[in-house]
C-alpha cells in the first residue's frame, strides 16, 4: 500500500508538472502568434493583438500542426475603403483547426468568425465631403438605418441640407457597405434631388482585413455599425 501511495503522489506530482509546463508553453505561444498576426496586419503603437489558444493540451496539439480553437481580438487597425484610410474599431475571430508553421510563422484556420465594429466618426471618415453619419436612435436602429447630416453645391453655393435624414445600411458581396437614404428632404430646386442623392447613396469597398475573412451582415448600434464576419481558409499569419 506504501508504494502504491508513493506511486501515486509521484504520478500526481508529474501531472501537475505537465499541467505547468503546458500552460507555460501555451502562454508563450499566444505572444508569439500576436506578434506574427500584428506584423502580418501592420499593426503598431496603440493598435493590440490578443490570442488565445483553446484546449487541452497545447503541446499535442502544437506538435500536429493544428489547434482546435483559437480567439483572436484585434483593435485599432484599418481599412481602406473610398481610397482613405479608416479605423475598424474592433475585430474579435473565433478560428477554428489553425494550421500553424513553424515558430507560427503562418496560421491558417480552416473556419472563421466574428465581428467587427466601424465608429459612426470612422464612417463619416469614409463617407463623401460634407456627409456626416450618426447614430439615427433605437427606432431608426432596428430598421438598419443611420442618421445623415450633408452639405452639397447647388447652385455654385454650399447649401446645407435643412433637415437630417436616415439611409439603410446593406452590404454588397464580402466586402461593400451600402447606404441609401429612404428620402431626401430637399424639393423644388430642379434636380435638386439627384445632386443630393448622387452624393449620400454611396458604397465603400472596405480592404484590410484578415485575408479570407469577409463582412457577412451589417447592423446599426449606438456605437456604430457591427459587422458580422465569416470565412474559410483565413489566413492571419504568413
Given amino acids: 500500500m506504501r508504494a502504491l501511495r508513493i506511486s501515486l503522489v509521484v504520478l500526481a506530482v508529474l501531472a501537475g508538472l505537465f499541467v505547468a509546463a503546458d500552460r507555460i508553453a501555451v502562454h508563450l505561444a499566444e505572444e508569439r502568434a500576436a506578434e506574427q498576426v500584428a506584423e502580418s496586419e501592420g499593426l503598431t503603437g496603440t493598435e493590440s493583438v490578443s490570442v488565445s489558444i483553446n484546449g487541452f493540451p497545447f503541446l499535442t496539439q502544437a506538435l500536429g500542426r493544428e489547434l482546435d480553437e483559437v480567439d483572436v481580438e484585434l483593435t485599432g487597425m484599418t481599412a481602406e475603403a473610398r481610397g482613405r484610410r479608416i479605423t475598424v474599431t474592433e475585430v474579435d475571430a473565433q478560428l477554428s483547426h489553425v494550421r500553424i508553421g513553424e515558430n507560427f510563422s503562418s496560421a491558417t484556420a480552416e473556419q472563421a ?7 459612426y466618426e470612422d464612417l463619416t471618415a469614409s463617407a463623401p465631403t460634407g456627409v456626416k ?16 447630416t450633408a452639405s452639397v453645391q447647388l447652385l455654385g453655393q454650399t447649401v446645407k441640407i435643412p433637415r437630417p435624414f436616415y439611409s439603410s445600411v446593406r452590404l454588397e458581396g464580402g466586402d461593400r457597405v451600402k447606404l441609401r437614404a429612404e428620402e431626401i428632404p430637399l424639393g423644388g430646386i430642379p434636380g435638386a434631388e439627384d445632386r443630393v442623392r448622387g452624393l449620400v447613396d454611396f458604397g465603400s469597398t472596405v480592404h484590410g482585413l484578415p485575408e479570407g475573412l469577409d463582412l457577412a451582415e ?14 474559410q481558409d483565413v489566413r492571419l499569419a504568413g
Fill in 218 to 231: 451589417a447592423e446599426v448600434t449606438k456605437e456604430g455599425v457591427t459587422f458580422a464576419l465569416e470565412g
Fill in 113 to 119: 468568425t466574428g465581428t467587427a465594429r466601424i465608429s
Fill in 133 to 148: 453619419v450618426s447614430y439615427a436612435g433605437a427606432d431608426r436602429a432596428a430598421r438598419n438605418q443611420v442618421r445623415l
